[in-house]
Every structure is written in structure tokens, then in C-alpha cells.
């Protein structure tokens, strides 16, 4: 069974930072794509950022130079550094991973999810 468990979210004032966390866990061969998602009230989840295992990086314009997406292979964790945060940054923040386990499978992983509330 695999696992992502997120950490890091929380309330910060506009122009602050913060860190997410998200660790797999549980019977894994290898892990190929890692990226965050995020998804506001009334409003459709969308891509933040994605790493691939070779360490190219995406991010969608609005968080260009503000957000830094990272792995660490070793302990199947992928981060994400968010800097200069507004208001349009407040939303649930999931991890998604595309995990090959032991047993041979393939498949997407999501994270339970993060809060990140950016609010004076």
C-alpha cells in the first residue's frame, strides 16, 4: 500500500513564505513524475508545479519565480518552496506521483491534501 502524506500548510500574511512537504511511503520501486496541485473554493484543481526523475521542472505562469519545486529521491519526498505569497495562492494543495511499487504495479498517488491560507 502507498502513501503520501503532506505537511507544511498553514496560514501566512501576503508576501510570506512556505514549505510543503509531501513523503511517499509503503512498497515503492520507483517514482517518475512528482508535482503539486492546488485547488481553491468553486474553483477546478489545477497544476502548480511537476519535476520529473530526470529533475526537469514545470510551473504555471502565475508562480513563475516564486515557487520552486524539488525531490529527493532517496527519501521519496517531493517539496515545494513558495515565496512572495498573495491572496490567489490560498487553496488545498495536493502531491501527485506516478509510482512504480515492488510488486510491479503503476499509478497516480494523490496526497490527502495541504491548506495554505494566504490572509492578513
Known amino acids: 500500500q502507498v502513501q503520501l502524506v503532506e505537511s507544511g500548510g498553514g496560514l501566512v500574511q501576503p508576501g510570506g513564505s512556505l514549505r510543503l512537504s509531501c513523503a511517499a511511503s509503503?512498497?515503492?520501486?520507483?517514482?517518475?513524475?512528482m508535482g503539486w496541485y492546488r485547488q481553491a473554493p468553486g474553483k477546478q484543481r489545477e497544476l502548480v508545479a511537476a519535476?520529473?526523475?530526470?529533475?526537469?521542472?514545470t510551473y504555471r505562469n502565475s508562480v513563475k519565480g516564486r515557487f520552486t519545486i524539488s525531490r529527493d529521491n532517496a527519501k521519496n519526498t517531493v517539496y515545494l518552496q513558495m515565496n512572495s505569497l498573495n491572496s490567489e495562492d490560498t487553496a488545498v494543495y495536493y502531491c501527485n506521483e506516478d509510482i512504480y511499487t515492488a510488486r510491479g504495479t503503476f499509478g497516480t498517488y494523490w496526497g490527502q491534501g495541504t491548506q495554505v491560507t494566504v490572509s492578513s
Open positions: 519535476i520529473t526523475s530526470g529533475g526537469s521542472t
Open positions: 509503503g512498497r515503492i520501486f520507483s517514482i517518475n513524475a
